[in-house]
């Protein structure tokens, strides 16, 4: 993943937790090809191992195709054993030096760290080369508490580490919120439509 903050947020795009890898992997593959992806994210949320690694080699096949990085969610021990660029991590900062040590230097060590400030600095501190805060919208899951403005804001002013912005997005908020995160994290968003790249390019519409 880019460390270079760009001048516009790039697009990071997040499976679904669910998905028949014949219905999706066209999807998928059509998306890539229509927008211009920083990194996929495999957020499975199957407890079954084979269905995982099943999932992760047809995907990594249409991501480094088109020269997209991969990374899986939570799985550390199949980032190398499956061929993929990383693991996005979603317990704040506590599993980020583990992973790095595991992993070495090379793979892309990412933290989901809520609303966190103080999570955020301290998963960077061990490792990590991304923080994502979320989520930004309005969600009825979890506890309701939001990753607001005010927190990119800062985070853009004081911190160097590359953030994600994520969860329950709208394009109201990629207007407001693209000034001051590098990336949106987008998945459940769009995977619903009959055509996700459109409803892609409709939410973020402000970045065009």
Known sequence: ??????????????????????????????????MEIACLRLAHASSDAD??????????????????????EKHLGMVERLGLDGVHLTDAA??????????????????FCGASTHE???????????????????????DGTRAEHDLFAWWSQMIE??????GALTVDLVAQLAPVTDFFAIGQEIWKAEDPLAALKTLIAPLR
């Open 1 to 34: 993943m880019p460390q270079d903050a760009p001048e516009q947020p790039q697009i990071y795009l997040i499976t679904p937790p669910a998905f028949e890898i014949d219905a999706f992997a066209p999807k998928l593959a059509a998306v890539l090809d229509g």
């Open 51 to 72: 269905d995982v690694a099943r999932a992760a080699d047809a995907l990594r096949v249409i991501a480094h195709e088109r020269d997209v990085p991969i990374v899986i």
């Open 94 to 111: 506590r599993s980020v030096r583990k992973a790095r040590k595991e992993l070495g230097t090379d793979p892309i060590v990412g933290a």
């Open 120 to 142: 955020g600095m301290t998963a960077g501190e061990v490792g990590a080369d991304y923080i994502a805060f979320g989520p930004v919208g309005d969600s009825p899951l979890g």
């Open 161 to 166: 580490l590359p953030v994600v912005a994520e």
